[in-house]
């Protein structure tokens, strides 16, 4: 142990507790920055347009992976009303990631996607990057999008398969 009672030992004590306070506080300074990295998120607007009509709302659902794409397993769900032919959605503070979107026009409000023949939406739809239904319904891959910015903006295109 180092005596404070001579100079000399009383500045190696100074200089050693300046390291550990300037080590300490670095510490704490890495560990309080790794969440904050980690923990990034942004806003997202959905702007929906094509509706042909005011009537219903729009149902929306986001999934932020492949497991259980377009199930009920949403991550987000809702529903917004039409104006004008057009509707928004707002994600505030979602963390940063790859999230895909399903919607559709419930134009009789009943609170699900109407299908006819072979399960084919009566109803107008629209997914993320305009992904389309072929042969089935359109794959979470191609709906896929990258939320990474402080707000990002897409537009889907709401409209009837046939």
């Known amino acids: 142990m180092i005596s404070p009672r001579t100079p000399e030992n009383h500045f190696a004590l100074r200089n050693r507790m300046r390291v550990v306070l300037i080590t300490g506080l670095l510490s704490i300074t890495s560990l309080l920055a790794q969440p904050l ?12 347009t094509g509706m042909q009509s005011d009537e219903g709302s729009i149902v929306y659902a986001m999934w932020s992976g492949p497991e259980d794409w377009l199930e009920d397993n949403a991550l987000h769900a809702g529903f917004v009303p039409i104006e004008d032919g057009q509707a928004s959605i707002e994600f505030a503070d979602l963390p940063y ?3 895909a979107i399903s919607v559709y026009h419930d134009r009789n409000g009943n609170d699900r996607l109407d299908t006819g023949m072979f399960r084919i939406p009566k109803e107008p739809i629209g997914t993320s990057n305009d992904a389309k239904a072929r042969f089935g319904p359109p794959k979470y891959e191609d709906a896929a999008f990258q939320l990474d910015v402080e707000t990002l903006t897409i537009t889907i295109p709401v409209k009837k398969l046939f």
Do not use: N
């Open 97 to 99: 990631g790859e999230y």
């Open 37 to 48: 990295a980690a923990q990034q998120s942004g806003r997202l607007l959905v702007e929906l």
